[in-house]
């Protein structure tokens, strides 16, 4: 029992390391609103490209970009955990284009509202598929 749990405990902190490094060398970071709740995510490796899976299987992901200063804007996505409709984790990013000086959105209806108005612009053909988790901020809660 003894060197189950050791190898255990020890693919446990190789796949940690490898997660981590992934990242950007550190823990998750807020990086997503959904519903006017931000996350945080941790990146990975995994890419859906090509794969055939049909485009429900996936939540869409707007990536906002920068504002008019350059600074990082969170991305806004259309589902997270204890939605019922969420994809656990399975994402489509959807880049937009924007016609305005952007600002942070923190909806999806926000970014569809947009949209109506001429503010900015959604491609069609989605730029990526891949595999991320939203893990929520502590002292907030969703769905």
């Known amino acids: 029992m003894r ?8 693919t446990l902190l190789l796949l940690s390391m ?5 990242s950007a060398g ?8 959904v519903d006017d709740v931000l996350y ?19 939540d869409t992901i707007y990536p906002l970009g ?3 200063d350059g600074n990082p804007l969170m991305s806004v996505a259309t589902a997270a955990p204890g939605d019922r409709d969420y994809n656990g984790g399975r994402w489509m990013v ?5 016609n305005v000086d952007p600002v942070q959105l923190t909806n999806d209806a926000q970014v569809l509202a947009y949209e109506a108005m001429g503010k900015l612009d959604i491609a069609d053909t989605p730029a990526k598929f891949f595999e991320c988790p939203v ?7 969703h769905g």
Do not use: C, N
């Open 66 to 68: 920068e504002d008019a």
């Open 26 to 33: 550190g823990p998750p970071q807020p990086a997503i609103y």
């Open 40 to 58: 945080r995510t941790v990146g990975t490796p995994t890419d859906f490209s090509g794969t055939g899976a049909p485009a429900h299987s996936y």
């Open 18 to 22: 490898s997660v981590a490094g992934v």
């Open 3 to 10: 060197k189950f749990l050791g190898l255990g405990a020890t």
């Open 135 to 141: 893990i929520p901020m502590r002292g907030t809660a």
């Open 94 to 98: 959807l880049p937009i284009t924007w």
